[in-house]
């Protein structure tokens, strides 16, 4: 006898074989249902690691807009070593036309000297602290781009991974169900 069923007048007994398949459409309906949850755990996870990549993506753009601030400070320390070049021109030939002048002369541009020099040591003193400050930030750049891109690679392998097993998940589904028809 097949799957111990009972032998009847006409063949196999109708009772036994109905019990068979609803046992096996209940044992099916399981392994639908686990698989179906399977799917829908899967999804949720390729969802979840979309918004982290959406995060990491904003990220990336909020550090983009850094660099364009330390593109912005370079062009400032620019104008300011002009200025500085500028200041120390002016600072000399006002020296000499001064000195040309009397000892009240030579005291007032002692005196412009002076001030000029201290806005020069001033200004060398705030291009060392925006050098500084744009090497820390490069670096601190640097460090978050390789960080940013370590983290995209690891998410773009999670979501193929993702994708595979879905697909195979499908694919076990789809065999699941031709069997059933």
């Not at 602290?129 to 640097?142: G, I």
């Amino acid at each position: 006898m097949a799957a111990g069923f009972r032998r009847s007048f006409f063949g196999f007994n109708s009772e036994d074989v109905m019990d068979y398949i609803t046992t096996m459409q209940k044992k099916q309906a399981g392994e639908v249902e686990k698989l179906n949850q399977k799917i829908t755990s899967l999804n949720e996870n390729i969802t979840t690691m979309q918004d982290e990549n959406t995060a990491l993506q904003a990220e990336r753009d909020g550090l983009a807009e850094q660099i364009q601030a330390f593109h912005e400070k370079f062009e400032e320390i620019e104008r300011l070593a002009q200025n500085i070049g500028k200041l120390y021109l002016v600072a000399q030939n006002s020296s000499k036309a001064i000195m040309e002048n009397t000892t009240e002369s030579r005291q007032l541009a002692q005196a412009e000297i002076d001030r000029n020099l201290n806005s020069i040591v001033q200004t060398q003193k705030e291009m060392e602290s925006v050098k500084k400050e744009m090497q820390e930030m490069s670096a601190h750049f640097s460090n978050e781009m390789e960080r940013l891109n370590a983290s995209l690679r690891k998410t773009r392998e999670k979501i193929a991974d993702k994708a595979t097993d879905s697909e195979y998940q499908s694919n076990q589904f789809a065999q699941v169900l031709e069997m059933l028809d």
